[in-house]
Every structure is written in C-alpha cells, then in structure tokens.
C-alpha cells in the first residue's frame, strides 16, 4: 500500500490534484482543508495517502495530517459511509469540529455537509462516538471553548461560512468574551 507521497505539485483541481514523484503522476483526491494548504503548483508537497482497492479502480486519497487521515479512516468504518462521502464530510468540517460535533451530538451540524442528511448523521454520531474519544484529547481548545463556539455561531449567523467564522476565532486571544470576540473578528475579516 501506498502510505506517502512526496514530490511536485504538478497540478490542482478540486477535489483532484496530480503529484509528478520522479517522472510518474500520481492522481490523489484531497479533501478541501488539504487543498486549501497545498502549495503552489511546482513546489514540493508532501501527503500522508490512503489508498483504496476495488475491482474497477485503484484511488489514492490524500491528507496534509495524520488526524485527517485517521479520521477518514474511521469516517470508513461507518455503515454507508463511502471514501467521496468521508471526504465531503473532511470537506466541510475540520477534524475538530467534526470530533466536537460528535462529542456533543450535534447532527444539525453533519447535516449541513452535502449529501449527509438526519439519518446519516445520527449513524456517524453513535458509531464514531467512542472512535473518536482519543481524538478528543488532540482537538484544540477552539472546538471545545463555549465562548468560542458562540462567537463561531454569531458569524455564521451573520452570513459567514463555517470555516471563514473558524479560521476568524483562531486569531482570537483564548480568554476573550463573546461580544469581544465578535467585534474583533469582524474587524479581522
């Protein structure tokens, strides 16, 4: 099995990007928070790869951490969860949020990930509950913060998408307050 790949970016194409390793592409799927990190085309990427067998195709899914590659491989392991559903729901949410999400059983969050609806969501709530508890203790404080979670809540209230309104808070200073922290995260937007 392929566990890594290192080599050029030679191109990017959401959700496909190709890694020129020595003379020979490798097509690799990515989900969008690894796309969004790679770096430019021509430079070197380094990916942490997944690589599935099946009778008409051999895929290779990448990952810029080895929390978002566990994590698909648990999102695997869930019945009717497929390799292009996990990375949708990677796609959508960080690893964090998805733990925090799990944790608290929050399926109205899931739901907003395309192609998960209730059902779905309530399945990956009760079998990734315990499967992901380890992860727990490796998740930021961002996920876990009340206050933080509502400042998150506000701005996505007020028309920003979930990952514009988590990448705002992560600048935040950790003790701030809620009205604060919305003030200064508008300000940084």
Request: glycine share 8%; net charge negative; charged share 20%.
């Amino acid at each position: 099995m392929i566990g890594r790949i290192k080599g050029q970016l030679a191109e990017s194409n959401p959700p496909h990007i190709l890694v020129d390793v020595h003379g020979v592409g490798y097509e690799i799927d990515v989900p969008m928070s690894t796309f969004y990190n790679l770096p430019s085309i021509g430079s070197e990427v380094t990916l942490l790869t997944h690589m599935v067998v099946r009778e008409d195709a051999q895929l290779l899914y990448g990952f810029l951490t080895a929390e978002e590659r566990e994590t698909f491989r648990q999102l695997l392991k869930v019945s009717g969860i497929g390799a292009r559903t996990a990375l949708s729901i990677l796609s959508g949410l960080s690893v964090p949020d998805l733990v925090n999400a799990v944790a608290m059983q929050q399926a109205s969050l899931l739901t907003r990930v395309p192609g998960i609806g209730k059902k779905t969501a309530e399945r990956l709530i009760l079998e990734l509950k315990d499967k992901l508890t380890g992860t727990l203790s490796t998740v930021s404080t961002v996920a876990q913060n009340s206050a933080t979670s509502d400042i998150i809540n506000a701005l996505i209230g007020l028309g920003y998408s979930e990952r514009e309104a988590t990448m705002a808070v992560k600048k935040l200073p950790e003790d701030i307050s809620v009205s604060d922290g919305i003030r200064m995260a508008l300000q940084n937007m």
